[in-house]
């Protein structure tokens, strides 16, 4: 697997072998838990193996063994979890939390599941191996771009934003919407890497991606509020590599990978000869795609040459007739993990939420260390900064940073003033890592 390894080949198999589906009721258990970090741990392999360009196992092993449609449906009930399970929590008497840790990590598995999907759907027989699930997974991508569209209207979370006096839960409901804007970002990659397969899909998949969803009009929209570029101070940002970062006027002309992924999709869903001959271009539509001329600057051909194919469909486009609705009578197949888990816990969000406060949300001090060690152990730190996109960043300023807590090795800071000041943020996390390092 490369001269950086964080599992061995028979280790990731055995690991693989084992992912399986949990009841929304045991997310956070201890076999929830033990699995998450399993799949944190693929993750990260999977990472540094399409980081070297060599042979990635992990992605064979989740296809020969028939796990894609274990990985969308934990996606899914993670997201239901969420949806259903949190809001309540949130609101139940007794929940007074003492450290949010245990919370966070069910909130991150659906960060940690759609990153390992985006790396590994890029090889196409994998979204040939999720079979029936990629409608579900289809429907999931399409409600993660429709929360982006909607975000342009009242802005995406800043990291400046945090209040200095802030609680516990309310940092983690802040982190929670930041993550929810990377999870979003990560879905439109998985979306695009679908799309890759169009000639081979399904006709229910198609029929549910052009005429349901009607995702080429949609990703007219994403291109229009381009939900990942900001101004800030009269600069241009781009949210890239996990962070918002200034872009110096000689990159601002650059297609960015988000916006590169819109186009691809865009392509693969108009020019391919399976979908054109599905997609019903009314007049709506007509005008919505027909916006996209004024994109396809000499500019952006130049990094994309293939967008000169779709500049001429277009110009065909606004010659050609508009079709009405489609009327025909189609026996369509329809995802049916959301569904499922929804009829299977109707009514019992309640007390899905105070048995998981009871017996996952509060734990001990000694549970709590014991946490720690095992995310230490899962979170090497040589392997960490071999899969990051881009320097440390300080913990307060945001600058570029070179120094890292002496004690937890786990936050990194620009200089000694920084680091004073962020103590009162980082002093429980530091201490409990601390802690954890020691009972090893």
């Known amino acids: 697997m490369g001269d950086l390894e964080l599992l061995l080949p028979g280790e990731a198999d055995v690991l693989v072998r084992g992912l399986r589906s949990f009841p929304l009721r045991e997310m956070g258990s201890e076999g929830w838990s033990q699995q998450h970090e399993h799949l944190e741990k693929l ?3 999977a990472i540094l193996d399409a980081s070297v360009s060599q042979g990635e196992p992990i992605q064979e092993l989740l296809v020969t063994h028939g796990k894609i449609p274990t990985l969308v449906e934990e996606l899914i009930a993670v997201e239901m979890w969420k949806q259903k399970v949190f809001p309540v929590l949130c609101k139940l008497e007794d929940f007074k939390p003492q450290n949010t ?23 196409k027989e994998v979204c040939e191996s999720a079979e029936d699930t990629v409608l579900d997974l289809v429907d999931y991508c399409h409600r993660k771009l429709t929360l982006l569209v909607a975000r ?17 839960m309310q940092e983690l409901q802040k982190q929670a919407e930041l993550m929810e804007f990377e999870i979003s970002l990560k879905a439109l990659s998985v979306l695009r890497y679908i799309t890759d397969c169009v000639d081979s899909l399904s006709l229910n998949t198609l029929s549910r991606m052009l005429s349901t969803h009607d995702l080429p009009c949609l990703l007219v929209e994403l291109l229009q509020h381009s939900p990942w570029t900001r101004q800030e101070g009269g ?18 002309q650059k297609l960015s990978k988000l916006d590169g992924q819109v186009w691809i999709a865009l392509y693969n869903l108009l020019l391919s000869p399976e979908a054109r001959a599905r997609y019903c271009f009314t007049s709506f539509a007509k005008g919505q795609l027909l916006k996209l001329r004024a994109f396809l600057t000499d500019t952006l051909l130049d990094q994309l040459p293939n967008l000169a194919d779709l500049k001429d469909f277009l110009a065909h486009l606004a010659l050609a007739e508009t079709q009405p609705p489609k009327k025909d009578l189609v026996l369509e197949q329809i995802p049916e993990i959301w569904e499922r888990l929804e009829r299977e816990n109707r009514g019992k969000w309640q007390a899905i939420a ?15 260390r014991l946490q720690a060690r095992r995310w230490a152990e899962t979170y090497r730190l040589d392997l960490l ?4 996109p881009e320097r440390p960043h300080c913990a307060s300023c945001n600058a570029e940073a070179s120094k890292r807590c002496s004690r937890c090795q786990n ?13 009162e943020k980082h002093k429980k996390a530091c201490v409990l890592s601390a802690q954890g390092d020691r009972a090893k």
């Not at 919370?103 to 890029?122: D, P």
């Open 354 to 368: 105070k048995h998981q406060l009871q017996n996952v949300f509060s734990p001990s001090e000694q549970d709590l």
């Open 235 to 252: 600069k241009l940002q781009r949210f890239e590599g996990g962070r918002w970062q200034t872009a110096v006027p000689s990159e601002q």
């Open 385 to 388: 900064e071999a899969v990051a």
């Open 152 to 168: 342009t209207s009242r802005g995406v979370p800043s990291e400046e934003e945090e209040p200095q006096d802030s609680t516990p």
């Open 411 to 423: 936050e990194w800071y620009c200089c000694r003033e920084c680091q004073v000041k962020h103590w």
């Open 101 to 123: 840790f245990p919370i966070y990590m069910v909130v991150h598995h659906e960060a940690s599941i759609i990153n390992l999907l985006e790396t590994v759907f890029f090889h």
């Open 43 to 45: 993750n990260m392999q």
